[in-house]
């Protein structure tokens, strides 16, 4: 007959061996008298407790600490970017709804769905900040693949079925959301955290992360295309069909300045964060949500226009970006693996 003792054991063999007997005496001298198995929470504990120490030594098997400090970082400007890009969404709702005003054929819920569809998505990518911030770790975490996995099935349902213009609320959380998403949940599972990725920053860089996410959060608004445009659709305007074809020069020169703005903010972080290892390997992880979006505006700022081929495409974009990046990180960093190589004293 097993016991409590038993069943600890099978659970706690998923961890290291060098950890395994403090942990047992731990549990088995906070278990209550006459408990003949563990709890549903511990169990629970347990297992995430072991996923997480397996994956931060997989992660930090080939780099160390610097692979967790880089993730960490990478994990805190990713936060900040979602929680820009919320701040976007926001702004432009009252937009999005205009645009579908004129649609007589659809009912009031559609064009709310339109609208606020994703509303929800970035409730919970604050409530994911809020709990970050407050220190809890854990809870942060597991409402982050929460958010994570219900953005997959939003997105099958929606490219797959979603008619066009009500496919967009899919599309907005789709390719760099999501890799934002993954980062910052593989910065709380792997890493100390984006709170420990903040203070590596210092309190300054820190500090400028959340003004350079706002700037590009609302460089990508309704109303920064209005501005370069000279008309876009304000809230009570009807629907126009081809009313985009009015100002495609304009609008190509926006994108343009978009894409100065993105090469500029980029530039500024690569020069601040390349400095030490543990920021070079955020550069390089950050180049995963980054190098779709500066895809995107690039092909509109030179073509007129981007075609859109659905997840795929920029999901590629952003593979083949980060394999280019770990590359040249690999590059930058072999002289000096070299050197110490020959000189492993030193």
């Known amino acids: 007959m097993r016991t409590l003792e038993d069943r600890y054991r099978r659970l706690l063999a998923l961890y290291p061996p060098e950890r395994r007997q403090e942990m047992l005496d731990v549990l088995l001298d906070a278990a209550r008298p006459g408990q003949a198995r563990p709890s549903v929470v511990d169990t629970a504990d347990l297992l995430f407790g072991a996923v997480r120490i397996r994956a931060r030594r997989l992660v930090c098997g080939a780099g ?14 990713s ?13 432009n709702a009252p937009y999005v709804l205009a645009l579908t005003a004129g649609d007589q054929s659809r009912g009031a819920f559609e ?9 929800p998505y970035w409730l919970a990518w604050a409530a ?24 997959s099935a939003v997105l099958t349902v929606y490219l797959a079925h979603g008619p066009v213009p009500y496919g967009m609320p899919a599309t907005s959380v ?26 590596l920053l210092g309190r300054r860089v820190a500090s400028a992360v959340p003004a350079a996410g706002a700037l590009l959060a609302l460089l990508f608004t309704a109303p920064s295309a209005a501005l370069v445009t000279g008309r876009m659709y304000w809230p009570g305007d009807r629907y126009q069909p081809g009313a985009l074809d009015m100002f495609s020069g304009a609008l190509r020169m926006l994108q343009v300045g978009r894409l100065l703005v993105v090469a500029a903010l980029g530039i500024a972080l690569l020069a601040v964060l390349a400095r030490s290892g543990h920021g ?16 995107t505006v690039a ?3 030179v073509r007129g226009f981007s075609v859109e081929d659905g997840p795929h495409g920029p999901m590629l974009t952003a593979v083949a970006g980060l394999a280019v990046a770990l590359g040249g990180l690999l590059l930058i960093e072999l002289p000096a693996r070299l050197r110490k190589g020959a000189h492993p004293s030193a």
């Open 64 to 77: 160390g600490g610097t692979w967790q400090q880089g993730l960490a970082i990478a994990g805190y400007v």
């Open 79 to 91: 936060l900040v970017l979602l929680l820009a890009d919320g701040l976007r969404f926001l702004v």
């Open 111 to 119: 064009h709310l769905s339109a609208a606020l569809g994703t509303g």
């Open 128 to 151: 994911v900040a809020v709990l970050v911030r407050r220190g809890f770790r854990r809870t942060a975490t597991g409402l982050t693949a929460l958010v994570l996995t219900a953005q």
């Open 174 to 199: 789709s390719t760099v959301p999501f890799l934002l998403g993954l980062l910052c949940t593989a910065s709380l599972v792997t890493s100390p955290g984006p709170a420990h990725g903040a203070r």
């Open 280 to 295: 070079r390997r955020a550069c390089a992880l950050l180049v995963l949500p980054v190098t779709p979006v500066f895809a």
């Open 299 to 301: 092909e509109t700022a």
